[in-house]
């Protein structure tokens, strides 16, 4: 099956610096991988996709970056706020077969004032 | 409708008793899933419906798990006979299957789910 590894597993980070979290996933088959954030006591929330298909997403301060040959792919947070630091998952699935994701242990992201 | 709902949000239980959560998921999403988390860690796949129909359950999911989806609306998990080990959070998602169509959205959406503590 799949296995989704993540690092680090904190980072923190100056309000105004960028944070690059990565992911690396275990099955070639995998093409779709989205990035949860998960603010304490909150529900995972959706906060950018892509599909392997493409190489890069942007979305306003966030983008993500697929590589297939080394099945990595990263998230990357550009002016961080305050408001960024959440715990942030990345997961990866292969919607071919199975529509479950699976998912990384997660980022614990700082941003400090 | 607004989202996924979970209930109840928070149960304690007696080890050896049993439980049951009821998933309520965004009403044209044909797909719902169950996933566990506990602290520091991601979510861990457990089940997922496609309509009412369970199409896969994880090696997590032991004899003394059940989920249903009777009529492709709402979901239940039951455990039975408790154990401290059980003790997590029980995250409910949905989606919108869309395979064959020109527009594909795999994105889920979470409820808050249910923190269960085993005692």
């Known amino acids: 099956g799949e296995n989704v590894e993540q690092h680090p597993s904190t980072l923190s980070v100056q309000e105004g610096d960028s944070a690059v979290i990565k992911c690396t996933y275990s099955?070639?088959?995998?093409?779709?991988f989205p990035w949860y954030k998960q603010e304490l006591g909150k529900r995972p929330q959706l906060i950018i996709d892509?599909?392997?298909?493409?190489g890069e997403k942007k979305d306003q301060r966030i983008a993500v970056t697929l590589n297939k040959t080394a099945k990595h792919f990263s998230l990357h947070i550009t002016e961080t706020q305050p408001e960024d630091s959440a715990v942030y998952f990345c997961?990866?699935?292969?919607?071919?077969?199975?529509?479950?994701?699976?998912f990384g242990t997660g980022t614990r992201l700082q941003v400090t004032l | 409708d607004t989202g996924v709902s979970q209930n109840p949000r928070h149960k304690i239980t007696k080890r050896g008793q049993n439980v049951t959560f009821r998933c309520d998921p965004i009403s044209e999403h044909n797909r719902l899933y169950w996933y566990r988390q506990t602290l520091g860690q991601g979510p861990e796949f457990l089940t997922y419906?496609?309509?009412?129909?369970?199409?896969?359950k994880s090696r997590l999911l032991s004899d003394r798990f059940s989920a249903e989806r009777p009529k492709g609306s709402f979901s239940t998990l039951e455990i039975q006979r408790t154990e401290q080990g059980d003790s997590a959070m029980y995250l409910c998602?949905?989606?919108?299957?869309?395979?064959?169509?020109?527009?594909?959205?795999?994105?889920?959406?979470f409820g808050s789910g249910t923190r269960l503590t085993v005692v």
């Open positions: 099955d070639s088959a995998s093409n779709y």
């Open positions: 998602a949905s989606s919108l299957d869309q395979t064959g169509t020109r527009t594909t959205n795999y994105g889920y959406t």
């Open positions: 892509i599909r392997s298909n493409v």
């Open positions: 997961a990866a699935s292969n919607t071919g077969t199975a529509s479950k994701l699976t």
């Open positions: 419906f496609q309509n009412e129909a369970q199409l896969e």
